[in-house]
């Protein structure tokens, strides 16, 4: 098994205590590192992904830009570039906003507990969205997303209703 099947495992305060196969972490509930990237278009409006139906959590979603885990050995920020690029084909400057730590067990028994970065871009790219990641994406105003988070939490990602209150305006 690779590395990049692994993911880093922190203390409360984001000290890395070691790494753990990555479905693992997620059976176990156990700590680890995670960034959520929020790109915004000159408008102020959000890029949201709906994540495919096949991800082990949270599939059919609506969600954030992109969000994943960095690798053993890997900076937060490169692996955030990394994803966004895989995910939803993109490049551009990154700014650290914010993290928080959140832990929620699904119903087929996988538990995400997350010491989620924040990180925000500004791009007016069109996505090219990997299938395998992404089966939709849109822009969104924060305004009218609030909004229906509340009216629809069930369409949307637990943290990323957790995670829209941390992101500092830029």
């Known amino acids: 098994m690779s590395m990049r099947d692994h993911v ?8 890395e205590i070691g790494s753990a196969e ?7 509930g156990q700590l680890h590192r995670a960034f ?21 959590h949270s599939g059919g979603l ?5 969000c994943s ?21 993109l490049n551009c400057e990154l700014k650290k906003n914010g993290e928080f730590t959140y832990k929620i067990t699904f119903d087929n028994g996988l538990t995400e507990h997350e010491y989620d970065h924040i990180f925000v871009g500004t791009s007016e790219t069109v996505p090219t969205v990997n299938p395998q ?7 969104i105003d924060m305004n009218t997303l609030r909004k229906d988070l509340k009216k629809n ?14 992101i500092i305006p830029v």
């Not at 959520?36 to 082990?56: D, E, P």
């Not at 990641?133 to 822009?139: G, N």
């Open 133 to 139: 990641e992404a089966e939709d994406w849109k822009w």
């Open 22 to 28: 990555k479905i693992a972490a997620h059976q176990t």
């Open 69 to 89: 885990h960095p690798r053993p050995g890997e900076q937060t920020e490169e692996a955030a570039h990394r994803r966004m690029k895989e995910e939803m084909g």
């Open 153 to 166: 939490p069930h369409l949307y990602t637990y943290w990323l209703s957790i995670a829209i209150h941390h």
């Open 36 to 56: 959520s990237v929020f790109i915004f278009n000159t408008k102020g409006q959000l890029l949201l992904q709906k994540r495919n139906q096949t991800k082990y």
């Open 8 to 15: 880093i495992l922190v203390d409360e305060n984001d000290h």
């Open 62 to 66: 609506w969600t954030n830009t992109c």
